[in-house]
Structures are given as C-alpha cells and as structure tokens.
C-alpha cells in the first residue's frame, strides 16, 4: 500500500509549516535519507529527509501554503499503486492542489482609486502645459462648430431621418445640446416621444479624495496585508500570551562602561579577540544569574521553578524578524568561548542555519538595541523565563565624580520581571552584581 | 495548455526561430550574458553562443546600423532595444536605412529586421523614460508596426515578425512582461494585419492595443453596470490597420472610443479617429472619443502619473458618454 508522508513536527513549538521548497518531483525515486523538501517552521527553514524508500507517486502541498502538522503532503509507494485508496485509507484529501494561475495582471497599476480626470476630451485644445486644476464641464469636440439655425444632429440620425422620411427638424434631439441621435430618430418613426435626453458623464473627484493647493488630487494608496511568515506568527503568539499573563515590572540602571570599553580595545589590540560589549554583558548576566539564582527562575503555572543551568538567549534581529538563538552553559564559558559561539550563532541565525535546539531551552534573555542607538528600552518577558535584560547604546554622558564634572561612558540597562516569581528588591540586586560586574569587568576574567 | 508569462512567449518565438533559421540572431544592450534586462532573451546565449546571440556597447545608432547591415547581406537580425525610448538614438538608422532601403535598392535588397522592446509608460519613469513611441514609427512608410498584449499574441506576431523580409517594430511593456496567458505547445502563427476581438459586444466598440487593452478590458468591465456591452478590439497590428475589424465593428455599434497609451496629438490614435469618421461617417451616432495621455510630458510623481495614463474609470466616462448614458 502506498504510504502517506506528513508534515513532520521539526520543533516543540512548531504547530504548523510550510513547504518553501520541493526537492522531488512526482515519479521520482527517492531514497530513505533522501532530502525531499525544504520547510518552514517557526523557527528556521529545515531540511525534510524522507523516513521511506519509494517513488513520489503525488506531490498534495503546494510551495508556499502554510499547513497544521500531519497533513498529508505527498504520497510514495510503487509505481501504479492507488493513491486515492491510499488516501481514503488515510481519511484525507490531503493539501489541496495548487491555485490556477492567476489571470493576466492589467497593465500598469490601473489606479485602484478611480483618479479624478480633468475632463477635456483629448482634442488640440488639451494642448495646455497641464491638465487644468478645476475640471472643466465634458465637451464634446462636435460641440463647437454648430451654425444657428442648423440642426444638430449625429450622422447616423440624418441618415436614418432620411430612410425614414422623417423631417429632422420634427424631432427633438435627445443628446449633448440637443443634438439629435439613434433612438430620437427610432422614437419618432415608432410615433413615440423622445426619450429624455441623456447628458453626458460629469467627471468629479471621488468622494474622500484630498486636493492639494492646486486642486490636484493627493494619492491614495491601498493598504496591503501582509502574508506571515512562520516566524512573525510565532512571534505574535508568544508575545501576546506574554503582555497578557505575564506580570511586568521593570528596573533601570546606569553603568559605568569606562574600564569595560578600555578592556575591549586592549582585548581586540592585544590578542586579535573579536569581543563586543554585549559579549561583556552575556558574561557579567550568566555570573550574576549564578549569583542570584531566584532570577534564573520561571512561573510554571503552580510555582516557581529555579533553574539549575543557566542558558542564555541572545536576540538576534534578522530580516523577517527576530530570533532568539541560546548560548548554553553561558556560566561555565569563558569570555572568548562566549563570544565565538554568540557570534557564530547570530551569523548562522541570519541566514536561517540554526537548529530548532540551538533555539530553544534558555532560562534568561538578553536584547541589546545599542547598535541601533537606541539609549533605553523595555523587553517582553520571553514565556517559559521570569526576567529580560535590555540593553541600551553606551554613551558619551556628562557625569560628576568626585564632585568634578567630567565625561564618561554610560550605559542604561533595563530588567523586565515576571513579579510572580520576584520582587523589586531581588531584580535590583541582581541588576547591582551585574553593574559591579561590568564596571570591575577584570574581575569577571579573573 | 501551458501558461506562459509574456517574456517566456517571446523568448520561445526567438528560439524557435533561431533554431529553425541559422539566420537569425539577436543583439542589443545585455541580451548575452545577463540574459536580457527583462529577461526574454535568458538562456539564448548558452545554447546558441555569442556569434547568434551579441551583446553591444551602450550605443543603439551603432548597432541599430550594424543590423541594417547585417538584414542586408542576408541575415535576420532581432535588435532589442532595452526601452524604445534609447531608439531615439537610432531614429535615424531606422527612418532613412531600414525603412528606405528597400524602395532605394528597387528592391534589390529585403530588410528582414525586427526592433524590438518595452514602449510606453511604465511606473514612475518619468518623461524621458516612459514615452510612446507607436505614432512615432507608424507616421511613415516602409516599416510594420506591431504592438502585444498577451503570450499568445506576443509568440505568434514576434515569430511572424521575424520571418517578415521588411522591418518591423515590435511593442512590449515593461509592466506586462509578467502577465500570464495559454500558449499552445504546438507552433502557430500570427499574421501581421490581424486585429483581435477581446470581448465582443454591441453597444460600443472600443479599440485599443498594448497596455491600453487591460485597461479597455476593465472599462468595459464596469460599463457592464450600466448595461453597456463593449466590443474590445485589440489591434496587436498598428501598421498595416485592420480597417475591416474595426469598421465592421462601428457599423454595429455606431460609436467608438480608442483607448491607449500614447499622446492625443496626432499620431496612431489620431489616424484610426479619421479612418472611422471617414469610412463609416453616416453609421456614427456619437463623436469618436479618444482616452490617452494628457498632452503633457509624463510625471514622475505617482499621484500626477496616474492622472495621465488612461485608467479605467477615465475609459468606462468616455464610453457612457459616447453611449448617450447617463449617470
């Protein structure tokens, strides 16, 4: 019996995915540990290995769609073997097919507002620069050159007077200044009155539609929704059920960065390290946590759980979003292993390379927007930990020591709490060692 | 049937036609190696090599000439121009070499060359970059002019075009290079002179080409509304006319409005108004109206673009107004 493959679950929080790519077509062979698609989860595009030997009898999912686990995406088995009993075996139409194509596109943006038109008809007397501000009344380019007395009338309404017999003066013109046209004419040779006369189209601005100083009309523009991605959907889940279950409270405090940005120039000089600040900040946070281990703690609905390791998240911001890739054991790790492996996750990160496991699993995040100049800021707890470090730009600051005004570099740092499994007090602490930490930073490589 | 973009159409009329004639070849500003600025001649290289597919320097008098000449010592040049607005350069080349040299040999020369690319506005291109260039090469003798819409029509005419002993000039878009349409496997023919009924109807004939079909399409579309059916008429050919297309179809309906991209001053639009008022002046019962540019060199700014393209709503006040509708 042919055998239908389903869309695997490639990481815990995974729920639904995408298949960005198929690596197989349909009557193709394919191997067990053959590469068959490329999906997208929450997470990361991963590669999807077959757990059968076969032949792809038929592709159900289309690139492209997002899909829940376990929906079935293709079917392998022998050639000539029945997909659908195979599938009603399984109780599933499967994906459904591809859309048709789309019909042709119009051609250049067809204004999906009617635009205003100034009126004038394309005659030489549209020869102006431009388009006159205020619409002219529609003129019709027959309209200009009626003789008093001549009766207006349209080609073909002359000519069928003429069949008809009929005396055009006898008729009253229905059209644009009277003039007389088709159905006048039929009217009168059926004996009926004239219809009454149609005027031409008034063109106007669109009701809603602003006029610049000049009368011309400002462009509306259409909003547009956006097709999520499986990461901004992840995102829109977790942080929603963070701002709403979570009970944030958030400590501010300034540090003294003077001996860690001297430490970084001597590092990057002395030995080449490619060390940032915020490789300074991981280790001063993965040392504090050890410090105050009611920090690295969760709420798991019950109670509090404190964490035996300490796994720190560092955000990463990539294009479609954000990630949040996890340096494990961060205390154990010296300053150079942490900053190779916070590196080598953030570039890895950026072109969607990471394992699900390489994301998943930290007790303590830290988001650092400094090099986004940004001086403050306060993050969204992330669900499953009970605090969140945000880091601001150092900055050159005016500051008094020993009643001297001088200047110093200054960063602002910003602990988000979960209060359910801390106080103030217990956040401020914290916050106290990992500021003593950074402004003593020799002490930590120590 | 499969469902073609307009480049791949045109792309398999090229190849088609390369593969069937060793005389034919194409040249122009990165039809090589980048295969093609809207990538219609992508892959050409690759299978038949730079001696049949050559990329020039920026300079379209020079190889605009280099075709003429190449037409005339027997070859069947395709010369792409990246937008007919660089074929300005080469106005000369085309006017006085391609189209005159037939007629000042007493036809001891044929001219079998096809000029080919985007024309007309785009988006945002601004004036010297979104100009039509259709009245330009229809005002005189001695070239054909052609001018697609769909895939189906773009192979069809593009291979007729290249099997043609005189030159032709052959209208693309840039913003419809993408636009999907069937394409039979088998190969068909086009020929050159032939308009096509877009959707047929009896109360207004409205004539139209290139860009200005999809745009006569949805005008007659919201026409509909008002109980109004137009018969869309899409010339594909503009020089030589198909004057029985249209004529057949005013004598039915008693009005016309031409809808297309291109300026109201003279020109194509200007040619086939005269033609109907001409040919079927006592079947007229409405002036015949003329959506098209406003007689204005073309913005940049989008809100002042959009005021100058025919859109819909512009065509469907024209055809009500034509149609005695009152609204």
């Known amino acids: 019996m042919a055998k239908i493959v389903e869309l695997p679950r490639l990481s815990d929080t995974m729920e639904e995915g995408v298949i960005a790519k198929w690596h197989v077509a349909e009557g193709d062979k394919v191997k067990r540990g053959q590469l068959i698609a490329e999906i997208e989860t929450d997470k990361a595009t991963m590669e999807f290995e077959s757990f059968d030997a076969g032949v792809v009898l038929r592709l159900l999912a289309p690139e492209g769609e997002t899909m829940a686990i376990g929906t079935p995406i293709a079917v392998l088995g022998k050639p000539g073997e029945d997909v659908e009993a195979a599938l009603a075996a399984h109780g599933s139409g499967g994906a459904t097919a591809a859309p048709a194509e789309a019909a042709p596109e119009p051609a250049a943006k067809a204004a999906p507002e009617p635009a205003p038109e100034p009126a004038a008809a394309p005659t030489e007397a549209a020869a102006a620069p431009a388009p006159s501000a205020t619409p002219a009344p529609p003129a019709s380019p027959a309209e200009g050159d009626r003789a008093p007395g001549r009766i207006a009338a349209s080609p073909l309404a002359r000519r069928l007077a003429r069949e008809h017999g009929i005396e055009l003066s006898s008729i009253t013109g229905s059209g644009p200044h009277g003039r007389v046209i088709k159905t006048d004419v039929e009217a009168a040779a059926a004996g009926r009155a004239a219809a009454p006369g149609a005027a031409p189209a008034a063109a106007s601005v669109p009701a809603g539609v602003e006029l610049d100083a000049s009368g011309r009309p400002l462009l509306v523009r259409p909003d547009e929704p956006v097709k999520l991605s499986q990461m901004r959907k992840a995102i829109a889940r977790r942080m929603s059920q963070a701002n709403a279950e979570i009970p944030h409270f958030y400590l501010t405090t300034v540090v003294d960065m003077d001996r860690a940005v001297a430490l970084r120039d001597q590092l990057k000089s002395a030995i080449e390290a490619k060390v940032s600040f915020n490789d300074l900040v991981l280790m001063a946070a993965s040392r504090a946590l050890r410090v105050h281990p009611e920090v690295n703690a969760y709420w798991d609905g019950q109670t509090v759980v404190r964490r035996g390791n300490v796994h720190l998240g560092v955000a990463v911001a990539v294009d479609e979003g954000l990630i949040v890739p996890v340096v494990r054991h961060a205390d154990q790790k010296g300053l150079r292993e942490l900053a190779e492996q916070a590196r080598d996750l953030g570039l890895r990160g950026r072109d969607k390379k990471l394992a699900p496991q390489e994301m998943s699993g930290s007790t303590f995040t830290v988001s650092n927007l400094g090099m986004f100049g940004i001086d403050e800021f306060s993050a969204v707890i992330n669900p499953g930990e009970g605090a969140i470090l945000a880091v601001g730009a150092i900055a050159d600051t005016v500051v008094v020591v020993d009643g001297q005004v001088g200047v110093g570099k200054r960063m602002k740092m910003t602990l988000a709490c979960d209060h359910r499994v801390m106080d103030g007090a217990t956040g401020a602490k914290f916050l106290a060692t990992m500021r003593g930490l950074l402004e003593q930073p020799l002490a930590m490589l120590a | ?327």
């Open chain 2, 1 to 327: 049937m499969p469902l073609l973009q307009i480049r791949e159409a045109l792309r398999a009329a090229i190849d088609e036609e390369m593969g069937r004639d060793d005389r034919v070849f194409v040249m122009g500003e990165e039809v090589g190696y980048y295969d093609g600025a809207y990538k219609v001649t992508e892959g050409l290289l690759k299978k038949y090599g730079e001696k049949r597919v050559v990329d020039t320097p920026i300079a379209e008098a020079g190889f605009a000439g280099v075709g003429v000449g190449a037409a005339m010592a027997g070859l069947r040049p395709i010369i792409e121009f990246m937008t007919f607005n660089f074929s300005a350069v080469a106005f000369d080349q085309i006017l006085n070499n391609a189209a005159k040299l037939r007629h000042l040999s007493n036809g001891q020369f044929t001219l079998p060359i096809v000029f080919r690319g985007p024309n007309a506005a785009a988006h945002m291109l601004s004036s010297t970059h979104s100009q039509a260039f259709e009245s330009f090469y229809c005002g005189f003798p001695g070239v054909k002019v052609i001018s697609v819409a769909t895939p189906y029509d773009a192979k069809g005419l593009l291979k007729s075009a290249i099997r043609d002993d005189n030159p032709v000039i052959f209208f693309e878009s840039e913003v419809m290079y993408s636009v999907k349409g069937e394409v039979p496997d088998e190969e068909y023919l086009i020929p050159i002179g032939k308009a096509d009924i877009k959707r047929p109807g009896d109360d207004v004939t409205v004539i139209t080409w290139g860009q200005g079909v999809a745009v006569a399409l949805a005008a007659a579309q919201l026409c509909e509304a008002d109980g109004l059916q137009c018969e869309v008429i899409d010339l594909r050919t503009l020089r030589p006319l198909d004057d029985e297309a249209v004529l057949t179809s005013v004598r039915k309906t008693n009005r016309a409005v031409l809808v297309y991209h291109g300026w109201p001053y003279g020109g194509t639009g200007a040619e086939i108004s005269d033609r109907i008022q001409r040919l079927a002046f006592d079947h007229l019962d409405a002036p015949v109206e003329r959506v098209c540019y406003e007689d204005v060199n073309m913005p940049y700014a989008e809100n002042l673009e959009n005021l100058v393209i025919p859109s819909p709503e512009r065509a469907a006040e024209a055809i009500k107004r034509i149609a005695y509708v009152r609204v």
